[in-house]
Every structure is written in C-alpha cells, then in structure tokens.
T-cell receptor, first 116, second 114 residues
Framework: ETGVTQSPTHLIKTRGQQVTLRCSSQ?????VSWYQQALGQGPQFIFQ???????GRGNFPPRFSGLQFPNYSSELNVNALELDDSALYLC???????????????FGSGTRLTVV | AQSVAQPEDQVNVAEGNPLTVKCTYS??????LFWYVQYPNRGLQFLLK??????LVKGSYGFEAEFNKSQTSFHLKKPSALVSDSALYFC????????????FGSGTKLNVKP
C-alpha cells in the first residue's frame, strides 16, 4: 500500500510568479485535501476535492486553486505569489463514503515553498 | 467558530518521566478529536483519535489521551517519555458541521532530554 507522495519537496519562487504543487493519493483513497502550514503555526485548511470537484474551502483567496484528476491525484496552484505564501503545503488523501464524508486521512510529507 | 488551543509552545521533560501535552477546544456540537505528530521535514503522523465512547483513548507508540467534556480538553499523555518522542505535536478537531475539515492547534514542541 503506497502512502501520499508530494512533489517537489522544496521550491523557491519569486513574488508574483505562479506555482503548481502535486500530490499522489494513497491507494484506495478518492478524496484529497490541501493544508498550508506557515512557520510556527498549525496547518490551515485550503480546500478539499472529491470526485474532481471542490467540496469545501477554507479562508483562502481565489488565487489558490486546485484540480483533482480521474486517478485521484491532485494539484494545488497558486497565482501571483506573495511573500506570506511561504509555507509547508501538506496534502492529505482520504476515503469518502456516505454523503462525501471522509475517513482515514493520510498526510504527505509536504512541499516547502519559499517566496523571495 | 471552531478552534483549538495548545497553551504551551514547548514542553521539556526528562527521559523516563511522564509527559503531558495540553489541548483545549471550542466547537459547535460534538467534537471529533485527534493528535498528530510531526518530525522535522516530515508530514503529519496520526497518533490517536476520540470519536465516541471511552474517554481514555490509547494510540500509537504508548501515547494516550483523555477526553474531558466539562473542561473541553483532550490532553495527550505518556507514562514514560523517550528521547525519540521529541517532535512537534498537534491537536486537531473536526465536527459534524465541517466533517471533512481539520482545525489544528498551533503545535507544541516536545523536548525529551536524556
């Protein structure tokens, strides 16, 4: 059974650029969530995708967007990067059963994004 | 609004001594409570959870936590700390109203000294 893998592990971008982070879900999982963990803080929910559609969003601006593919892998895209976007971005996959409720979350090791 | 508080940024304990990492929560409705551990440059690893039932929950690596509804707390405990337990610990909550969303505390750094 494979876990959640994220790529790249580290990334440096310039303010104003765009970035794409990738996540491969654990085998058998059909839902993916993304979290932002700024330095010294707990992870903050960005959004969740189920059946290739966003089914929950946290308090993040529209320049944070995502995609989920038929194989349940996912991308997080951030446009017009700001210095405050520097953080560890965590992906978590899970299995949604009744009414889209997810169970058994597995977190990846994250992508460390630095915006300069 | 749902929230989780971890009042201690850091907890220091000697190896072999008992440890406690504190967590309190504020939610609408019944809480689903979790503890995760994060080692440097690693993701979050699940330790234990409380959904319903016995207030004392046993988890991985000898950790346990006690759900106290009246004090809205879910403190993490271990009878005898190991140096390898040194890491960052996060308490998190989910609710029936936001079932798929974790609300995390700010984390507590546990230092276990030999």
């Amino acid at each position: 059974e494979t876990g959640v893998t994220q790529s790249p592990t580290h990334l440096i971008k310039t303010r104003g650029q765009q970035v794409t982070l990738r996540c491969s879900s654990q085998s058998g999982h059909n839902t993916v969530s993304w979290y932002q963990q700024a330095l010294g803080q707990g992870p903050q929910f960005i959004f969740q995708y189920y059946r290739e559609e966003e089914n929950g969003r946290g308090n993040f601006p529209p320049r944070f967007s995502g995609l989920q593919f038929p194989n349940y892998s996912s991308e997080l895209n951030v446009n017009a990067l700001e210095l405050d976007d520097s953080a560890l971005y965590l992906c978590a996959s899970s299995l949604a059963r009744d009414r889209g409720r997810s169970y058994g979350y597995t977190f990846g090791s994250g992508t460390r994004l630095t915006v300069v | 609004a749902q929230s989780v508080a971890q009042p201690e940024d850091q907890v220091n304990v000697a190896e072999g001594n008992p440890l406690t990492v504190k967590c309190t929560y504020s939610v609408s409705g019944n809480p689903y409570l979790f503890w995760y551990v994060q080692y440097p440059n690693r993701g979050l690893q699940f330790l234990l959870k409380y959904i319903t039932g016995d207030n004392l929950v046993k988890g991985s690596y000898g950790f346990e936590a006690e759900f106290n509804k009246s004090q809205t707390s879910f403190h993490l405990k271990k009878p005898s700390a190991l140096v390898s337990d040194s890491a960052l610990y996060f308490c998190a909550v989910r609710t029936i109203y936001n079932f798929n969303k974790f609300y995390f505390g700010s984390g507590t750094k546990l230092n276990v000294k030999p």
